[in-house]
């Protein structure tokens, strides 16, 4: 008996010390083993609805297969399975982050309307022999596996129904169509699903470590005896105390938004995204304070768009800070071994800023039952002249020969004010300015004044939007105008009589309604003595209302640009 408690205590001890093989049960830090690595010696807070991964895993009903075992080959019919992982990290601690996973089938593989797998008999692309030969259109039919069953048993097996750690499936009215068994796994725990081609999971992050963070996902799919490993993926995302954004800048006469060269005397537009998917801050006070780093001075407001104008040309540097209050329980402050900020009333005046950040242990939901964050922004940018913009000065019909009598030529001379252009760009549209007719563009030599002459060809008569582009390395200015293109031969001589001959019309026109109005009202006598003098000019004032609307269909709001009036040539 002595000897026999000696050779058992000595077994142990080399069970113990790895020298001998133990045969043990796989817990789920045994299978999921791709985030390790981000979770060791780091305490995590318990994630709501997951479980530890010291559980014990089912190895025999979700067998698992390390990264290059020859099973992996066949466990997918027609080829291999991938998952998509993403998430919408980084992640404002206290907030959701939410992880999306897709599965992508091999190619002229889809799944129906049933979540059976079947072959696209439409995916061919050149290849028309691909399915044919297949002796079903489905890869899997899972539909036709539990048609005639109920949910307790479905297969050979009646505890089949259950996760890894052999929990039971929770009840779905479409639980025929879930298929797939989703394991995710992150921080030492895991949360498992069942779905179909794709499935969604969020976590809250207050207790969550800041930094980078691993999240993976096992897939396994629907087999007659067992679940079968079908991929895995893994994925990094981020969680930090600074609130994430990023800033648009735009500004008028801008020809290249990301190179960050601007023009000076020109507002540039500072448009401020906060990156809160899951609306953590909907109900904050935030305010944004910006230094735009050329000795303006701070600025705060309470709207995430701003403007600034720069005097000077140079390199600057604008800075953003964005100050967030988030409404928070209130309670006792929790002791921590951090450095903490003394329990205090929190009272919020509407446009207060404060430039100090704190965290969750630098300033806890105290009495005031708001937390502080901040987003800080910096970025460089530099201001140069540009082209500020440019004027139609005049315009000049070119008499053309006898044989091209279908063609009229103007001279459109332009003067623009700051840079000498490089290249003239000029559009030619409907007269709404919205349906292009030709574009052209060439490069202009501009020696000491920004004046040059640009001549194009109108094909037809009629009235045309032409719309004049000048621009240098950094910088575009644009101006329109209208023109009318006279009839037959397009001469400044025979435009100009029809455009008379059309007034006298209108002319002649106008007097006969007057009369015909006068005559009208004059019959009419109303009580009121002002309603009688009134209505004769108010009938002149539509109508020359309407007589505008036909010549000038376009508007200031659907063609902003034409600020010039309209050139009869």
Not at 361 to 371: A, F, K, N, S, W
Request: contains cysteine; aromatic residues 10%; hydrophobic residues 35%.
């Amino acid at each position: 008996m002595k000897w026999a408690f000696l050779l058992i205590s000595l077994g142990y001890l080399l069970i113990a010390d790895g020298v001998l093989p133990a045969v043990a049960t796989k817990q789920f830090q045994d299978v999921m083993t791709r985030g390790r690595a981000f979770s060791h010696n780091r305490y995590h807070g318990r994630l709501k609805d997951w479980s530890s991964d010291h559980n014990k895993w089912n190895d025999k009903l979700y067998p698992h297969w390390e990264e290059g075992d020859p099973r992996w080959n066949n466990c997918w019919k027609g080829g291999k399975v991938v998952a998509s992982l993403t998430s919408d990290s980084p992640a404002l601690v206290g907030s959701n982050v939410t992880f999306s996973v897709t599965l992508k089938f091999p190619r002229c593989q889809r799944e129906d309307n049933d979540s059976n797998i079947v072959y696209d008999r439409k995916c061919l692309n050149g290849s028309s022999n691909y399915t044919e030969g297949l002796p079903d259109q489905y890869v899997y039919n899972w539909t036709e596996w539990i048609d005639n069953c109920g949910w307790g048993n479905c297969t050979h097996n009646n505890s089949h129904n259950v996760f890894p750690d052999g929990k039971p499936f929770p009840y779905h009215h479409d639980w025929r169509r879930r298929n797939f068994i989703y394991v995710f796994h992150t921080l030492g725990q895991y949360f498992q699903k069942t779905g179909g081609s794709s499935a969604i999971v969020s976590i809250n992050t207050t207790n969550i470590t800041l930094g980078k963070q691993m999240m993976e996902v096992s897939i396994y799919r629907r087999g007659y005896r067992s679940y079968v490993p079908v991929t895995a993926a893994s994925i990094i995302y981020v969680v930090t105390d600074k609130i994430p954004l990023y800033v648009n800048m735009t500004q008028k006469n801008d020809r290249n938004v990301s190179d960050h060269i601007f023009i000076k005397d020109i507002a540039i537009t500072f448009e401020v995204k906060l990156h809160d998917p899951s609306h953590y801050l909907n109900s904050s006070n935030v305010s944004y304070q910006w230094n735009y780093g050329d000795g303006s001075g701070l600025f705060v407001s309470n709207n995430s768009v701003s403007t600034h104008t720069y005097k000077l040309q140079g390199n600057f540097s604008p800075e953003l800070l964005v100050q967030a209050f988030i409404p928070a329980p209130c309670g006792p402050v929790t002791p921590s071994p951090l450095p903490t900020t003394p329990a205090m009333t929190t009272q919020l005046p509407p446009n207060m800023t404060t430039p100090t950040s704190y965290s969750l242990t630098d300033l806890p939901p105290v009495e005031g039952c708001h937390i502080s964050r901040t987003g800080p922004y910096k970025t460089s940018l530099s201001i140069v002249e540009g082209i500020l913009g440019i004027n139609i000065i005049q315009m000049t019909s070119i008499q053309v020969a006898a044989t091209e009598v279908e063609n009229s030529m103007v001279d459109f001379v332009v003067t623009c004010q700051g840079s000498l252009p490089t290249d003239a760009c000029t559009m030619i549209a409907d007269p709404t300015c919205q349906v292009l007719q030709s574009e052209a563009c060439n490069p202009v030599d501009v020696a000491d004044e920004c004046l040059l002459t640009i001549r194009r060809t109108f094909n037809e008569s009629g009235i045309y939007c032409v719309n004049i582009t000048l621009g240098d390395a950094t910088s575009l200015a644009l101006t329109s105008t209208l023109v009318s293109i006279g009839g037959a031969g397009g001469s400044f001589s025979r435009t100009a009589e029809g455009v008379l001959i059309a007034c006298g019309f209108l002319v002649v026109f106008a007097v006969c309604l007057t009369f015909f109005l006068y005559k009208r009202y004059k019959e009419y006598k109303p009580i009121e003595k002002g309603k009688e003098q009134e209505a004769p000019s108010e009938g002149l004032k539509v109508y020359f209302n309407n007589v505008k609307a036909v010549l000038f269909p376009a508007n200031n709001e659907k063609d902003p640009l034409l600020k010039s009036k309209t050139g009869i040539v």
